[in-house]
């Protein structure tokens, strides 16, 4: 298998619902990415893109032959991936496993998500697809409701009292709103407080209104290229070392792991085995913080902490800058935003610009050399990349 | 080979109180909500049975948020039961008033109802024979 590298990235602020439409933040982050690959369109061999509800959102299906069309890159083969909030991170693991084999010298990968203009309670019902439609879902379940009943099962299984583990998920979501303060691609831009978390209205309980993601617009984009090719076009190729994928069956059927997802442990080991490292080689990490429990429960299983322990690392600062693991210092989706079939490839490009040093000074961590991301889709389609410093 | 306990099985059986389940000819073990496997085992060699409907409560939550359509039913409570025979499933409570419901109920025993809900559906969710009905959910009470 040859090396990989991601060599052009793009990426529209994720906003509150967008003026534009699917293919437009498409052909906008992807021309982006193929000029800073110094490539023209003509140049990429193939497209992978995420995408979960386009067809709610814009009555449009067929996105990915629209999108390859719109930049001009006529006729490649074009595939749309669906794995709820790990689409696009599947789209770039799918795409590096073609150039790494051989097959592609240079694509493009990522993708685009307009949740936001479908408004709340439609959003939550198509979100809600994502839950199995005959057994669970006619129950009410949501989203919210999922990790709601995670985090009581969290603090019944680990003997945190509830009021503890929601001052440690408040701390989460305070970071976040801390770092996309100064992210100029986030959705928001407030800091907010622990008392403005407990005090938001009660959404699934014990999840309040700032414990949640927004529904989101925006679209990433990367170029990958194999290695002999990547270092042609950039001299700050950053590798893709490692990738890891897995899936699940419905939320009870999970129930010898729960709180923990077992599919993310599953991906994660495939992911670091494949690079040749620990979780403590990680510098930076993007987690799928879809909710602020969520990211106590991935930090966990990603290997930064013991079980029952994950809060601590907001606690103790450790998932700050100049931290043991910093994490989601992009604000993560619940400050930066989570247009789903977009956030995985986001990821891939925060931890690109980390290591090149192209991020708001406020929010620059130093030295990063190895990064992870983490995008956790549905019940449990899980999907973690490796990123390394190429220079 | 034929799908051994269908959905439109498990749902007309649910709607009159009987919990169907699969006992695995391989390993012992059930599996509920079925599936084409065992649980456990991946078999495919499996018998249907009725399952006891008795179980404890291993975590819930309170939803204020509805879906599209399904504002008359905010608040409610979900549960996820481990069976007396083992697996988990999904499930409303019903005995109690949302607004009161704590980390207490964690560990209490529950059975299923005198009367399961169905959710009719709505212009989403699966059409077809096998849902014409609607689509009922597993509705606990406390034991």
């Known amino acids: 298998m040859r090396r990989v590298a991601v060599v052009g990235t793009g990426h529209t602020p994720f906003t509150f619902a967008a003026e534009k439409s699917s293919v437009e933040l498409f052909s906008e982050a992807a021309i982006d990415a193929t000029n800073e690959a110094n490539l023209k369109p003509r140049d990429i061999q193939a497209l992978f893109i995420g995408n979960v509800l386009g067809d709610f959102s814009e009555g449009q299906l067929m996105l990915q032959s629209y999108c390859a069309d719109d930049i001009g890159a006529f006729y490649i083969p074009s595939t749309r991936f669906e794995g709820g909030c790990a689409s696009s991170a599947l789209a770039v693991r799918d795409a590096f496993v073609w150039v790494a084999s051989g097959f592609y010298d240079i694509v493009l990968a990522g993708g685009v998500e307009t949740a936001a203009k479908m408004g709340t309670p439609l959003a939550t019902r198509t979100f809600a697809m994502g839950h199995d439609s005959h057994y669970e879902y006619p129950t009410g379940l949501t989203f919210p409701g999922l990790f709601a009943m995670l985090a009581h099962l969290y603090s019944s299984k680990y003997n945190t009292p509830l009021k503890r583990l929601k001052e440690q998920m408040a701390l989460v979501s ?121 990211s106590i429960i991935a930090s966990e299983s990603l290997g930064f902490a013991e079980f029952g322990k994950g809060g601590r690392l907001w606690e103790n600062a450790d998932a700050a800058i100049g931290g043991k693991i910093p994490t989601n210092i992009s604000g993560g989706l619940k400050s930066k935003g989570h247009p789903i079939g977009a956030t995985g490839a986001g990821q891939v490009c925060e931890i690109v610009h980390q290591m090149r040093g192209q991020v708001e000074p406020e929010r620059q961590v130093e030295g990063v050399d190895i990064g992870l991301t983490d995008t956790l889709g549905g019940d449990g389609v899980v999907c973690n990349l490796v990123l390394q410093k190429g220079w | ?130 849902a014409e009905t609607g689509l009922a959910r597993p509705t606990f009470v406390f034991a």
């Not at chain 1, 170029?223 to 893709?240: C, F, G, Q, R, S």
């Not at chain 2, 439109?8 to 496997?37: I, R, S, V, Y």
């Open chain 1, 174 to 294: 305070v970071q976040s709103h801390q770092y996309g303060l100064y992210n100029h691609l986030a959705q928001f831009h407030k800091e907010i407080t622990i008392e403005d978390v407990l005090h938001s209205f009660m959404v699934c309980s014990p999840l309040q209104l700032y414990d949640c993601c927004p529904f989101s617009d925006g679209a990433a984009m990367v170029v990958l290229a194999a290695e002999e090719k990547a270092k042609e076009l950039t001299d700050k190729p950053v590798y893709i070392t490692g990738v890891g994928q897995s899936s699940s069956g419905k939320l009870s059927s999970q129930k010898d792991y729960l709180p923990r997802i077992r599919a993310r442990e599953v991906s994660v080991k495939q992911a670091y085995d494949m690079a040749g490292i620990k979780p403590e080689d990680v510098d930076l990490c993007e987690l799928h913080d879809c909710f602020s429990i969520a």
């Open chain 2, 1 to 130: 080979m034929s799908y051994r306990l269908t959905f439109k099985e498990f749902n007309n059986a649910l709607k009159k109180d009987k919990l169907l389940g699969l006992k695995c000819h391989d390993c012992g073990q059930f599996t509920c909500p079925p599936k084409m496997a065992c649980q456990e085992c991946s078999s495919t060699n499996l018998d249907i049975v009725e399952l006891s409907g008795t179980g404890k409560i291993v975590t819930f939550t309170v939803s204020y948020v509805a879906s599209e359509g399904r504002e008359t039913e905010v608040p409610y409570t979900i549960v996820m039961v481990e069976l007396d025979e083992g697996p988990w499933i999904m499930g409303n409570l019903t005995n109690i008033d949302p607004n009161k419901v704590t980390m207490e109920i964690i560990g209490k025993r529950v059975k299923l109802g005198p009367r399961s809900k169905v959710f009719p559906g709505d212009a989403y969710s699966i059409g077809g024979k096998e």
